[in-house]
Each structure stands twice: as structure tokens, then as C-alpha cells.
């Protein structure tokens, strides 16, 4: 069933992270008590009274101000409230009724839908302070006093909230989606490629690196498919990382790495392969997700008829743990090859997916073995009784056999190649699991 849309919006360090989190029953938003660590929309769903609802984090909305980034934050609000079906206004009971409240509420009323102001901090229990009451001077009908931290008062608001939403009718936003996560390090690109891809601004773009703070989900429909793309804070490696904000920063960004059903992995063809993009894709093969290499900023390169093949060289010399990762040259500036991109994701996603017989499987053991016989070691012969496939995403394999010990690395590699040249597997990684006999 389709999910209703409820933002939460207000102005900066008012609790609106920490709210999410609360409402989402997971440390989703990073919370900081620092004004504009929330940048982009961030997105989660929520259930509640049997109703799912996907709720929108938004950055602080400062109305007044000329701070590229902060303008940024309120488009990017102000496209979560067009978006949205309830608007959650967030306020803070400590600080009062301010100026930029007001501002923030006008911007609400010309949206022309259901608002509910909530009044962060009330943590007192028992009689509501009177303080509470000036936020109805905001002239919106519906005032809700809560504590985001203890979670008081929360319920009555999703009641309301729930009731507003409009009916479900039509499929799950998420059903039949693809998720791919975009990593690669601060910027190589990832956040002009999503707005290149989507045709408007989903995400802030900024030459500063660390913009992108949170991982970010963008739903896009187009004639290939439909997908949920994720726009990841650049990762940078621990040592250089000390603001503790980045640091949960490139957790989240790992953990969607980890959520992902295929990695687009950005590298700057200005800078070309480095050691952090080795470790950035190593993030992605050790996870076991398929995988698209995807070369950014292709137009800035002065070119020649060698140089093309120069840096697929460069990369697969780099990246050499995974040859079986497509390689893309693109430009999310000018968007060249870019309907190339979404055909080869729908492509690695399909082979992460592929199964083969456990019957087809052992005609292959048997042909593959008499080929190039198993190794011996002392005397002992390395024997090979069948092989199962026991999972997807990746294609994982058991192979069963007499002794661990004598099955050598670069047998396991052999067996892998020809799983790859019988049954395709491009784009994704293969786990090979060794089963000794009487193993469980």
C-alpha cells in the first residue's frame, strides 16, 4: 500500500533529529548539539496503529540568512514540505517563540496542508508550563507540548498524525526498488550525480568537503526501473577523521554500504586512482555487494586515443581484488553516458541474484576437476565430493571436500574463474565456503 509523507520541520537545534530517531525507534539522524549538522532530507518509515507513514528529517530552516549552505537547507526543507502530506512544525519550549518561528510558519501556511506544531523540552511532568501556550500565537489550530528525548507526548501526536494521512491505495514506495548506495570519497561527485540523475536539486551540492553529512535516500522512477538511491557522506579513513560528527558520518555511510543491493563507486578522474578509493571499494567487495566503478568528472579530461584505455588500466591495477566490477566514465556535470549507468545496475543486480542448480553445479565440479586436477600435498590428494550454491547477494557456494588444508588458495581461485567464465557473474563478488567432510 502506499505510504503517506509527514516532514519535520523547524528551525536549527530544535530537536528535530533527535525526534526522528525517537518516532523511527533507531539512532537513523546523526544528533549533535550543533546547529546545521542536519543537511539533506533524510527518510524512514514509521509505523504506527497499523499505519506505515515515511517520515522526513529536514536540515534547520533559518529564514533569514545569506550563507550559501544554509539557503541550500531551507530549499532542500522547503522541497520535503511540498513533498509531504503532514507537516510536523517542531519548536522549542527553552528558547520561546521566536522570530524565525513566525517566518517558518508563514512558509507553512501557503503550503496549504495539515500542520501540527509540536513543542519540543516540555520534559516536566504534570501541569503543562505556561510558556507553552504562546506557540499558538503561530496560528495553527493544533498544539502538541512532547519530549522527543523521554518520548512524552509522542503518542498523541502520531495519533493525529495518522489520522491526517491520506488513505492508502497503490504499492509500497519501496517494493520492487533496487537500493544502491553511491560511496566514494568527499568530493568525487556523489551528490551531483543524484541531481544529475533526478532532474532537480534532491541533495546539496557544495564544494565543501563534508556537506554531505548524513545517508540520504532518494527514490527515482525512470523507463529502466525503480530504484532507491543513497548519497553517502564522503569517507575519508579514521586517522584523518577527528570532528565526531564525520565520524558518525562515515559510520552511516558504511552501514549503507552494508543495506545496499548494489555500490556505485565514485572516483574523481581528476585525481585519479588513489589508495582511499581502493579502500573505499574494498568497503564495498568485503561486503559482498555487486558493484559499478563509476569514473566522475570525465569531461574535465584532456584526452587522446590512449588515454581511456590508460585509466581502465590504472583501475583494475588498483582494484585488482575485483576485475569483475564494470568500469563507467561519466560526467554528473554534463550528464554524458549517464543512460549508460542505470542498465549496467540493473545488470550486476540480476547476476548478485542469479542461482544455479545444485545438479549443473556438479557437471561443472566434474569438468573443471578433470581439467585441472585438484592439488596434492605429501602424498595427499585433494578431493572434491560436490558443490551447492546456499545463498545470493552475494552467490555464495559450499564446496565439500576431503580436507580444508589441502584445498589451496589458488585452487579456490581456479574454481572461481570458471564459475565466472560458465556462468557469468559480472559485477559481483563469489564466496567460495569450504565444507571438510563431517563438518555440519
Not at 289 to 308: F, G, Q
Not at 405 to 418: G, V
Request: include cysteine; aromatic fraction near 8%; proline fraction near 5%.
Amino acid at each position: 500500500m502506499a505510504k503517506g509523507v509527514v516532514a519535520v520541520i523547524g528551525r536549527p537545534n530544535v530537536g528535530k533529529s533527535t525526534l526522528f530517531n525517537r518516532l523511527t525507534g533507531a539512532r537513523t539522524a546523526i544528533v549533535e548539539d550543533t546547529p546545521g549538522v542536519t543537511r539533506d532530507r533524510l527518510y524512514r518509515d514509521v509505523e504506527w496503529n497499523g499505519r506505515t507513514f515515511r517520515l522526513i528529517d529536514t536540515g534547520g530552516i533559518e529564514p533569514q540568512t545569506d550563507s550559501p549552505l544554509l539557503v541550500q537547507m531551507r530549499d532542500q526543507a522547503e522541497i520535503a514540505v511540498r513533498h509531504a502530506d503532514v507537516l510536523v512544525f517542531l519548536c522549542d519550549l527553552k528558547s520561546g517563540l521566536t522570530d524565525a518561528d513566525r517566518d517558518i510558519a508563514t512558509m507553512l501556511r501557503k503550503a496549504h496542508k495539515p500542520v501540527l506544531v509540536a513543542v519540543n523540552k516540555v520534559d516536566s511532568v504534570g501541569e503543562t508550563p505556561a510558556e507553552f501556550y504562546e506557540f499558538y500565537a503561530l496560528g495553527f489550530e493544533e498544539v502538541f507540548p512532547l519530549s522527543s528525548l523521554s518520548g512524552t507526548g509522542t503518542g498523541d501526536l502520531l495519533d493525529r498524525v495518522v489520522e491526517l494521512l491520506p488513505p492508502e491505495d497503490g504499492p509500497s514506495a519501496d517494493e520492487g526498488r533496487i537500493r544502491v548506495a553511491v560511496i566514494g570519497k568527499p568530493n568525487a561527485g556523489k551528490s551531483s550525480l543524484i541531481n544529475r540523475i533526478c532532474g532537480e536539486d534532491r541533495v546539496i551540492v557544495s564544494d565543501m568537503a563534508g556537506t554531505t553529512r548524513d545517508a540520504v535516500d532518494t527514490y527515482v522512477d525512470n523507463p529502466f526501473g525503480r530504484y532507491v538511491l543513497v548519497d553517502t557522506a564522503g569517507i575519508r579513513r579514521s586517522a584523518r577523521i577527528e570532528d565526531r560528527v564525520e565520524k558518525y558520518s562515515v559510520l552511516r555511510a558504511n552501514m549503507a554500504v552494508e543495506n545496499s543491493d548494489v555500490c556505485l563507486i565514485l572516483i574523481d578522474a581528476n585525481e585519479g586512482i588513489t589508495s582511499q578509493d581502493e579502500h573505499i571499494a574494498g568497503l564495498a567487495h568485503n561486503a559482498g555487494k555487486a558493484s559499478v566503478i563509476v569514473v566522475n568528472k570525465w569531461d574535465l579530461i584532456e584526452k587522446d586515443n590512449k588515454t581511456h584505455d590508460a585509466f581502465v588500466r590504472s583501475v583494475r591495477t588498483a582494484l585488482a581484488y575485483m576485475p569483475y566490477a564494470p568500469i563507467l566514465f561519466v560526467s554528473a556535470k554534463t550528464g554524458q553516458r549517464l543512460d549508460k549507468l542505470f542498465p549496467l545496475v540493473n545488470d550486476v543486480y540480476r547476476e548478485s541474484c542469479k542461482r544455479i542448480t545444485t545438479g549443473v553445479l556438479n557437471d561443472f565440479l566434474t569438468d573443471i576437476t578433470d581439467r585441472v586436477q585438484p592439488p596434492t600435498d605429501k602424498g595427499r590428494r585433494l578431493k572434491l565430493y560436490y558443490m551447492t550454491q546456499t545463498g545470493t547477494n552475494p552467490p555464495t557456494f559450499a564446496c565439500f571436500c576431503n580436507s580444508a588444508d589441502l584445498f589451496h588458495y589458488s585452487y579456490q581461485r581456479y574454481i572461481e574463474n570458471c564459475l565466472r567464465d560458465t556462468f557469468g557473474f559480472d559485477g559481483t563478488p563469489i564466496r567460495l565456503i569450504i565444507k571438510q567432510k563431517g563438518d555440519e
